[in-house]
């Protein structure tokens, strides 16, 4: 790879093409990852939220592989491979990720053996490993075994009738090294156990068997106790848990579909046994038992990864729930309710007079509902059109459009059946609300509908009133609490035709209308993103100061990025804050000094999208779209002016708390790593956002 070794000096005339300005998009991704995890060790959290970002970042490892590792694996396997930005082949990408992540799964598992169980037991919260049972622990433990456990297991004697079986994704299971011959005369080495889905991972001992608290033993630990009951004559030499990870992304050919939601049906189910990508293993399995396991897969020793403790940590989401401590969780807060859209209040009306814009989990999300929910009952309301991306499991969202369409609105859902990893409930939403009588779409095959949209047609007196919804989230309640997004109501005549036209785009044929003042993808929000960077790259020359600030989750689209290079080289100042990945290469002499690029870390997942150009004629954007080439090229997505001014200075106030964040921000270096933010004189950004919109005074709960 090239290195830094040749940083360009101050010239306007440096090419961008470059590899040594570019950060690798995986690499970032992973440096993201690492970022979580550093949050596990972090005591400024309680300690049962340090062990959910571990597990958070268990989990994001595992979609790491199964999408960015398998597409990476997959383009050598077809002779598709294409260098990154940053110069490297897929082969040598793949190198550096099995480097890092070996390293920072040995980090996880560290952080959890030797820190996080340790505070735990000290809290009063065991996982009392099987050496550590006494003898009335372990006859319970044997009886659970054999009354809930036995019963359901299934047993896979490896021989020529029985070859090694498919295995689901990310399913635990054993490998057990039997001696001995069974019933029938076979003389078997393996098996393997798979465990089913339905058991719990973690079991709760009774209070009366262990000390006071709570005292949790492993699946795992009970089904190697008790492996010999499964093969009844036979010695039982090892047995030890394993994991494969599998390719989890979709391969759905879009050409020739005449039926996209029955051929995502079909696919579905392969997701759980796609090629192998990575195995896990226990580290005490022996070399033998490890190679015969990645002969089957199909796997090399770059993929393999063992783990001291259990391969499948993400089931441990399950303690803090379990556990009733809730002084080691953050305390709870309670949304506020804006002035004038409260639930007694008629929003419609409310909206009519202003614009009203929500900073989500710190503004109730309740008044987008209620929006939904009053113009269902509305009798002046005659139809109701919203983009569905994610909802989650018993939706108020969608409750609402099959009440609208029960009371005789026309409904029109746009459902994105493609939303990674939500497409089977999406799939199920769109046939309830089919059933409710909404008109059911799926948007333009090829191009995921990403843009949220709320579109509210009334009828107030001799003419119609739009109203509508737009927003930097997905209408999902839960993560509502989880996520930071704005949403912003209006009824902005301009805004509301562009929101029509862009339905009508959706949901008919015919060409690209130009719109008013709404910005989308695939057809012109990247040019004039940087249209707007080039504005401000030009005005600075002419001696007019020009300012950048770009908020999203991802900087991956290079236009973009070599926009904010030329903008950095005409001496434009650049705040990028960027949660996750960024392969723009911040600080180098001549190229992108005046760049710098922040990422906030906190209890809350930054996933606002913000964009804000000084010397623009509307200064402040909101969008669906990170500026990454899915989001600019392949989806369709939406991006709005906040034109009030008040609204707009808020946003860039809020944006700078982030730029200012002395407790929860990274920066990137010139060399591709983060460093963390410690300035006690600067609080959080998410902490001043509580204390100033929700009342929640965090240095005093």
């Keep these: 790879m090239t290195t830094l070794a040749d940083t360009a000096t101050q010239n306007e005339d440096t090419s961008l093409d470059n590899p040594s300005f570019y950060i690798n998009r995986e690499l970032s991704h992973l440096s993201f990852n690492q970022r979580v995890l550093a949050q596990a060790l972090d005591s400024a959290h309680p300690l049962l939220e340090r062990l959910k970002f571990l597990l958070i970042f268990s989990s994001n490892l595992d979609e790491f592989f199964e999408i960015r590792v398998a597409g990476l694996m997959q383009s050598i396997k077809f002779e598709r491979e294409a260098r990154g930005l940053d110069g490297a082949h897929p082969e040598q990408t793949l190198r550096e990720i099995s480097r890092l992540c070996h390293d920072t799964v040995e980090q996880q598992y560290r952080i959890l053996n030797d820190t996080l169980i340790p505070a735990m037991e000290t809290e009063g919260i065991r996982f009392l490993r099987r050496n550590h049972w006494n003898a009335e622990q372990a006859r319970w433990i044997e009886d659970y075994f054999d009354r809930e456990v036995l019963p359901i297991l299934s047993p896979i004697g490896l021989d020529p009738a029985?070859?090694?079986?498919?295995?689901?994704?990310?399913?635990?299971?054993?490998?057990?090294?039997?001696?001995?011959?069974?019933?029938?005369?076979?003389?078997?080495?393996?098996?393997?156990?798979?465990?089913?889905?339905?058991?719990?991972?973690?079991?709760?001992?009774?209070?009366?068997?262990?000390?006071?608290?709570?005292?949790?033993?492993?699946?795992?630990?009970?089904?190697?106790?008790?492996?010999?009951?499964?093969?009844?004559?036979?010695?039982?030499?090892?047995?030890?848990?394993?994991?494969?990870?599998?390719?989890?992304?979709?391969?759905?050919?879009?050409?020739?579909?005449?039926?996209?939601?029955?051929?995502?049906?079909?696919?579905?189910?392969?997701?759980?046994?796609?090629?192998?990508?990575?195995?896990?293993?226990?580290d005490n399995c022996p070399d033998e038992l490890v190679n015969y396991l990645l002969k089957e897969v199909g796997l090399t020793d770059q993929e393999l990864y063992r783990v001291h403790g259990p391969v499948n940590l993400k089931r441990l989401f399950a303690v803090p729930s379990i556990v009733n401590r809730p002084d080691l969780m953050y305390t709870p807060f309670t949304p506020k309710m804006p002035k004038g859209l409260s639930r007694k209040d008629n929003i419609l009306d409310a909206v009519s007079k202003k614009d009203y814009l929500l900073l989500h989990p710190y503004e109730s999300f309740t008044p987008v509902i209620q929006f939904l929910r009053q113009a269902a009952k509305d009798?002046?309301?005659?139809?109701?059109?919203?983009?569905?991306?994610?909802?989650?499991?018993?939706?108020?969202?969608?409750?609402?459009?099959?009440?609208?369409?029960?009371?005789?609105?026309?409904?029109?859902?746009?459902?994105?059946?493609?939303?990674?990893?939500?497409?089977?409930?999406?799939?199920?939403?769109?046939?309830?609300?089919?059933?409710?009588?909404?008109?059911?779409?799926?948007?333009?095959?090829?191009?995921?509908?990403?843009?949220?949209?709320?579109?509210?047609?009334?009828?107030?007196?001799?003419?119609?009133?739009?109203?509508?919804?737009?927003?930097?989230?997905?209408?999902?309640?839960?993560?509502?609490?989880?996520?930071?997004?704005?949403?912003?109501?209006?009824?902005?005549?301009?805004?509301?035709?562009d929101v029509h036209r862009v339905f009508q785009q959706l949901t008919s044929m015919g060409k690209n209308d130009r719109l008013q003042k709404i910005l989308h993808a695939p057809f012109t929000l990247r040019r004039q993103i940087i249209k707007m960077i080039?504005?401000?790259?030009?005005l600075q020359k002419e001696g007019t100061p020009g300012r950048i600030i770009l908020k999203c989750n991802g900087l991956t689209e290079p236009k973009v990025i070599q926009a904010l290079l030329r903008a950095s080289q005409a001496g434009v100042k650049i705040d990028l804050i960027i949660r996750g990945m960024c392969c723009l290469r911040p600080g180098i002499a001549g190229v992108s000094e005046n760049i710098r690029v922040h990422s906030i870390i906190g209890r809350f997942l930054e996933h606002t999208r913000v964009y804000y150009f000084a010397n623009a004629d509307s200064k402040v954007y909101l969008a669906s779209a990170d500026l990454m080439e899915r989001n600019l090229n392949r989806r369709v997505e939406t991006c709005f002016p906040v034109e009030d001014p008040s609204l707009s200075?808020?946003?860039?106030?809020?944006?700078?708390?982030?730029?200012?964040?002395?407790?929860?921000?990274?920066?990137?270096?010139?060399?591709?790593?983060?460093?963390?933010?410690?300035?006690?004189?600067?609080?959080?950004?998410?902490?001043?956002?509580?204390?100033?919109?929700?009342?929640?005074n965090v240095s005093t709960t």
């Design 162 to 282: 029985h070859p090694f079986p498919r295995l689901v994704n990310k399913s635990l299971n054993f490998i057990v090294e039997l001696d001995g011959n069974d019933a029938f005369g076979r003389d078997l080495n393996y098996a393997i156990v798979p465990a089913p889905r339905s058991l719990p991972r973690i079991i709760s001992l009774p209070d009366e068997l262990g000390e006071p608290g709570y005292n949790f033993i492993f699946l795992s630990s009970i089904i190697h106790a008790h492996a010999d009951k499964l093969f009844s004559g036979m010695e039982v030499r090892g047995c030890y848990q394993f994991r494969i990870t599998r390719n989890a992304d979709l391969d759905v050919d879009v050409e020739g579909i005449a039926d996209l939601a029955r051929a995502l049906r079909g696919e579905l189910h392969s997701r759980r046994f796609g090629t192998a990508v990575r195995l896990e293993v226990a």
């Design 534 to 538: 080039d504005h401000e790259a030009r």
């Design 649 to 696: 200075a808020r946003v860039l106030q809020e944006l700078e708390y982030h730029i200012e964040d002395g407790q929860n921000r990274w920066e990137l270096d010139a060399d591709g790593t983060y460093h963390r933010i410690d300035d006690a004189e600067h609080p959080a950004a998410q902490h001043r956002l509580l204390a100033e919109l929700s009342g929640y």
């Design 379 to 497: 009798p002046n309301v005659i139809a109701i059109k919203q983009t569905l991306y994610r909802t989650g499991d018993n939706s108020s969202i969608v409750s609402a459009l099959i009440d609208a369409a029960r009371n005789g609105k026309e409904v029109t859902a746009v459902v994105e059946l493609r939303a990674r990893f939500d497409e089977a409930e999406n799939l199920e939403l769109a046939s309830q609300l089919q059933e409710a009588g909404a008109v059911v779409v799926y948007g333009v095959v090829g191009y995921k509908t990403h843009s949220k949209m709320i579109l509210v047609i009334r009828r107030e007196g001799d003419h119609i009133r739009r109203y509508v919804h737009l927003g930097t989230g997905n209408y999902h309640s839960g993560n509502a609490r989880l996520y930071t997004d704005y949403s912003m109501l209006s009824a902005d005549p301009a805004l509301g035709d």
